[in-house]
């Protein structure tokens, strides 16, 4: 049972450091979002390309799959939902993390 208490530090860590890129990460595919309104906007050029750097490789992917609809490059509001549900599964309030944490603390 040795294993309790280095979860008791590396799980706050792990789930603090996951939580907040998930975040920044849902929050660029939302600016996302809203530049596909703006299709003159050049996202490799200027602070655009912090937007679209990491974001344009998974969004080239879901693009084969699933094509415009109506026109519209609905592949951010996927990766929204993914990202969100992801997230939620991981460090949400019933979290896979926060459990293992709440079990850590049970243990030591």
């Known amino acids: 049972m040795t294993a309790a208490p280095v979860l008791l530090h590396v799980l706050p860590v792990l789930n603090l450091v996951l939580g907040v890129g ?6 660029l595919f939302l600016f ?9 906007i050049n996202l490799e050029t200027g602070p655009m390309r912090f937007i679209g750097g ?3 490789p998974l969004l080239a992917v ?3 799959i699933v094509q415009p609809i109506g026109g519209v490059d609905v592949t951010p509001v996927i990766w929204v939902g993914l990202i969100s ?3 939620e599964l991981l460090v949400g309030q019933q979290g896979v993390l926060n459990q293992l944490a709440l079990r850590a603390q049970a243990l030591a």
């Open 85 to 87: 549900l992801f997230r």
């Open 62 to 64: 879901t693009r084969r």
């Open 54 to 56: 990491p974001t344009e």
């Open 22 to 27: 998930l975040a920044v990460w849902t929050l």
């Open 32 to 40: 996302r979002i809203v530049l596909t309104w703006y299709p003159q």
